[in-house]
């Protein structure tokens, strides 16, 4: 239910933010990637409330926002900010992660449980 809350508050103040008040030109950028981690927040509480067990489809979401992440680093680098454009890279990394971990793993079945599943190096 935190990820639910979390996911609305940051998804409310990143349309303020981005869009509404004394919003400059580079904030909808800024803003924009910060909304990478509000749907975040909302996807993983609409399925904590839900009770879906099955992530792939939040796994798939990870690897596109990994995708993002890399350019954003290289932009947010051109700025000047490094330590910004590593913090982005590192979590293009986690996202990257997710996806290897929930978006590649087929649902478990009752003869089948993800302890006893092995990766193959062949």
Do not use: K
């Not at 996911?7 to 981005?18: C, H, L, P, R, S």
């Not at 904590?48 to 596109?64: P, T, V």
């Not at 890399?70 to 330590?83: E, N």
């Not at 087929?106 to 993800?114: F, I, K, L, M």
């Amino acid at each position: 239910m935190f990820n639910l809350l979390t996911g609305i508050i940051t998804f409310a103040i990143v349309i303020w933010w981005g869009f509404g008040g004394e919003a400059s030109a580079g904030t909808p950028f800024e803003a924009a990637g910060t909304m990478l981690f509000s749907f975040t927040y909302l996807w993983l509480g609409v399925n904590a409330y839900r009770g879906i067990e099955d992530q792939r489809s939040f796994g798939w979401y990870c690897a596109f926002v990994a995708v993002v992440a890399v350019p954003t680093g290289f932009l947010v680098l051109q700025t000047g900010d490094v330590g910004l454009a590593v913090l982005w890279w590192i979590w293009a990394v986690l996202w990257a992660t997710f996806f290897i971990l929930l978006g590649q793993n087929a649902p478990n079945t009752p003869d089948q449980s993800a302890d006893s599943r092995q990766l193959s190096v062949y």
